[in-house]
Protein backbone atom coordinates (compact mmCIF):
# COMPACT_ATOMS: atom_id res chain seq x y z
CA UNK A 1 0.00 0.00 0.00
CA UNK A 2 1.31 3.22 -0.85
CA UNK A 3 0.08 6.98 -1.09
CA UNK A 4 1.71 9.53 -2.94
CA UNK A 5 0.47 13.83 -2.19
CA UNK A 6 1.14 16.15 -5.14
CA UNK A 7 -0.13 19.67 -5.76
CA UNK A 8 0.74 21.46 -2.53
CA UNK A 9 2.58 24.88 -3.44
CA UNK A 10 2.72 28.77 -2.62
CA UNK A 11 -0.23 30.87 -2.35
CA UNK A 12 -1.52 33.79 -1.74
CA UNK A 13 -4.46 34.41 1.33
CA UNK A 14 -7.51 33.80 -0.07
CA UNK A 15 -6.27 31.68 -3.26
CA UNK A 16 -7.02 27.93 -3.95
CA UNK A 17 -5.26 25.01 -4.19
CA UNK A 18 -5.85 21.42 -4.88
CA UNK A 19 -4.12 18.17 -4.00
CA UNK A 20 -4.23 14.79 -5.45
CA UNK A 21 -3.19 11.35 -3.72
CA UNK A 22 -2.68 8.55 -6.04
CA UNK A 23 -3.01 5.03 -3.95
CA UNK A 24 -1.15 2.25 -5.20
CA UNK A 25 -0.78 -1.77 -3.54
CA UNK A 26 -4.77 -1.42 -3.00
CA UNK A 27 -8.23 -0.14 -3.85
CA UNK A 28 -9.56 3.15 -2.13
CA UNK A 29 -13.17 1.50 -2.40
CA UNK A 30 -11.35 -0.95 0.57
CA UNK A 31 -10.37 1.65 2.79
CA UNK A 32 -11.79 4.93 4.45
CA UNK A 33 -9.62 8.20 3.61
CA UNK A 34 -8.64 10.88 5.27
CA UNK A 35 -6.78 14.77 4.90
CA UNK A 36 -4.48 15.37 7.87
CA UNK A 37 -1.34 18.23 8.03
CA UNK A 38 0.96 19.80 10.44
CA UNK A 39 1.66 23.30 11.10
CA UNK A 40 5.24 23.83 12.34
CA UNK A 41 5.03 23.73 15.95
CA UNK A 42 1.71 22.30 16.26
CA UNK A 43 0.03 19.02 17.01
CA UNK A 44 -1.08 17.00 13.81
CA UNK A 45 -4.89 17.19 13.26
CA UNK A 46 -7.33 16.21 10.96
CA UNK A 47 -9.03 17.88 7.97
CA UNK A 48 -11.30 15.79 6.24
CA UNK A 49 -12.43 12.06 6.23
CA UNK A 50 -14.13 9.87 4.34
CA UNK A 51 -16.95 8.02 6.39
CA UNK A 52 -17.77 4.08 5.73
CA UNK A 53 -20.86 5.62 4.59
CA UNK A 54 -19.35 8.02 1.80
CA UNK A 55 -19.85 10.99 3.61
CA UNK A 56 -17.32 13.24 4.21
CA UNK A 57 -17.03 14.73 7.16
CA UNK A 58 -14.55 18.32 7.34
CA UNK A 59 -13.30 20.17 10.28
CA UNK A 60 -14.52 23.16 11.86
CA UNK A 61 -11.39 25.53 10.65
CA UNK A 62 -11.98 24.32 7.03
CA UNK A 63 -15.63 23.44 6.71
CA UNK A 64 -16.97 25.73 3.39
CA UNK A 65 -13.98 26.00 2.30
CA UNK A 66 -12.27 22.73 1.24
CA UNK A 67 -13.82 19.98 -0.73
CA UNK A 68 -12.47 16.26 -0.51
CA UNK A 69 -13.34 14.07 -2.89
CA UNK A 70 -12.12 10.45 -4.16
CA UNK A 71 -12.27 8.86 -7.38
CA UNK A 72 -12.26 5.28 -6.93
CA UNK A 73 -11.71 4.14 -10.85
CA UNK A 74 -8.61 6.07 -10.89
CA UNK A 75 -7.94 5.11 -6.82
CA UNK A 76 -7.31 9.04 -6.46
CA UNK A 77 -8.20 10.91 -3.47
CA UNK A 78 -8.42 14.79 -4.21
CA UNK A 79 -8.52 17.86 -1.47
CA UNK A 80 -9.75 21.16 -3.13
CA UNK A 81 -8.41 23.94 -1.19
CA UNK A 82 -10.38 27.88 -1.20
CA UNK A 83 -10.16 30.88 0.60
CA UNK A 84 -6.52 29.88 1.85
CA UNK A 85 -5.78 31.46 5.09
CA UNK A 86 -1.99 31.97 6.37
CA UNK A 87 -3.57 29.50 8.89
CA UNK A 88 -3.92 27.03 6.53
CA UNK A 89 -0.10 27.25 5.95
CA UNK A 90 1.14 23.09 6.86
CA UNK A 91 2.16 19.47 5.49
CA UNK A 92 -0.70 18.22 4.06
CA UNK A 93 -0.87 13.90 4.31
CA UNK A 94 -3.21 11.94 2.89
CA UNK A 95 -4.10 8.21 4.92
CA UNK A 96 -5.80 5.25 4.73
CA UNK A 97 -7.31 3.33 7.72
CA UNK A 98 -9.97 0.39 7.62
CA UNK A 99 -13.43 2.02 7.95
CA UNK A 100 -14.75 0.65 11.40
CA UNK A 101 -11.99 3.09 13.10
CA UNK A 102 -12.63 6.72 14.00
CA UNK A 103 -11.93 8.92 10.73
CA UNK A 104 -11.07 11.93 13.28
CA UNK A 105 -8.12 10.33 14.99
CA UNK A 106 -4.73 10.17 13.41
CA UNK A 107 -3.75 6.63 15.37
CA UNK A 108 -6.91 5.08 12.98
CA UNK A 109 -4.61 5.69 10.00
CA UNK A 110 -2.09 2.63 8.85
CA UNK A 111 -1.36 4.00 5.87
CA UNK A 112 0.07 7.32 5.21
CA UNK A 113 1.70 9.26 2.16
CA UNK A 114 4.92 11.64 2.30
CA UNK A 115 3.20 14.61 2.61
CA UNK A 116 2.90 17.55 0.79
CA UNK A 117 3.72 21.35 1.88
CA UNK A 118 1.25 24.65 1.54
CA UNK A 119 2.10 27.86 1.88
CA UNK A 120 -0.55 30.91 1.84
CA UNK A 121 1.03 34.10 2.88
CA UNK A 122 -1.00 36.95 4.01
Known amino acids: VQLAESGGGWVHSGGSLGLSCAAS????????MGWFRRAPGKEREWVAY???????TYADSVKGRFTSSQDNTLNTLYLQMNSLKPEDTAMYYCAARLCFFNGSRHTSYGWWGQGTQVTVSS
Open 25 to 32: GYSTSTYC
Open 50 to 56: IGSDGVT
